[in-house]
């Protein structure tokens, strides 16, 4: 069965960093979009970056580019989400996602095979 597991969020003072990881199972990275997202208390889910695990190519959201960093280990199955820079508005719950498309994409609608979600508070 096809499963993606997030893990790697914690609480971390604001100006801190964190690694999240997106460990696939059932089903082999190097052909899917894979995509960051996260949702904060009271608000809509978003989308926070993704990456084609075939040719590496990334694309993320203005509120994070220059902080966070997307990545993939097609060896380990495995993407990450380095998050530096952290800042109280990056607090929510962290979820990675399966595209059904092949292009990049933020878009919630366009993925399936979500995974349980990490917690990330920023706060001091």
């Known amino acids: 069965q096809a499963q993606l597991v997030e893990s790697g969020g914690g609480l971390v003072q604001p100006g801190g960093s964190l690694r999240l990881s997106c460990a696939a199972s059932g089903f082999t990275l190097g052909y899917f979009v894979i995509g960051w997202f996260r949702q904060a208390p009271g608000k809509e889910r978003e989308g926070v970056s993704c990456?084609?695990?075939?040719?590496?190519?990334?694309y993320y959201t203005d509120s994070v580019k220059g902080r966070f960093t997307i990545s993939r280990d097609n060896a380990k199955n495995t993407v990450y989400l380095q998050m530096n820079s952290l800042k109280p508005e990056d607090t929510g719950v962290y979820y990675c996602?399966?595209?059904?498309?092949?292009?990049?994409?933020?878009?919630?609608?366009?993925?399936?095979?979500w995974g349980q979600g990490t917690q990330v508070t920023v706060s001091s």
């Open positions: 990456i084609s695990t075939s040719d590496g190519r990334t």
């Open positions: 996602a399966t595209a059904r498309v092949l292009w990049l994409s933020l878009a919630s609608a366009e993925y399936t095979n």
